[in-house]
């Protein structure tokens, strides 16, 4: 997956090609991610993220949840408080085929590095 370094390609490519192989791996591996896929994915989630927070978090929404609370640590520092609530909003939303979503975030609160999360349907 050299492709998680070059520079030159388009982020969306990336993140197709990342998808494909993701998919493909754990097709041919009984339905499992293979775990050397899952830890390059995990070791690449900094990179991923500056290529896209929402495409970064559907990625690990699809194939390795469980990498959420990494890859929101990632994005811990005060500036990047646009790009938790971009991350945050996209894992809230159930899109549609035309990318519309269904839930409204009314608030987010940060309380003792905590968020706290308000939306409605």
């Known amino acids: 997956m050299t492709y998680l370094d070059d520079r030159d390609i388009d982020p969306v490519i ?4 990342l998808d494909e192989v993701l998919v493909f791996g754990t097709e041919m591996n009984r339905r499992f991610l ?5 830890s390059t994915v995990e070791n690449s989630l900094a990179r991923l993220l ?12 699809k194939h390795l ?3 959420h609370e990494r ?3 990632i994005l811990g520092d005060a500036k990047e408080d646009i ?5 945050l909003r996209t894992l809230l ?3 549609t085929p035309w990318g519309q979503c269904h839930h409204t975030v009314c608030a987010i609160l940060v309380l003792s590095n905590t ?3 308000a939306y409605v349907y």
């Open 71 to 73: 890859a929101l640590g």
């Open 50 to 61: 500056d290529l896209g927070v929402h495409e970064t978090t559907l990625l690990l929404q």
């Open 83 to 87: 790009k938790r609530l971009t991350y």
């Open 65 to 67: 949840p469980y990498l």
């Open 115 to 117: 968020w706290i999360l």
């Open 93 to 95: 939303c159930t899109h």
């Open 14 to 17: 990336v993140f197709e090609k």
């Open 34 to 38: 293979p775990p050397v896929l899952a």
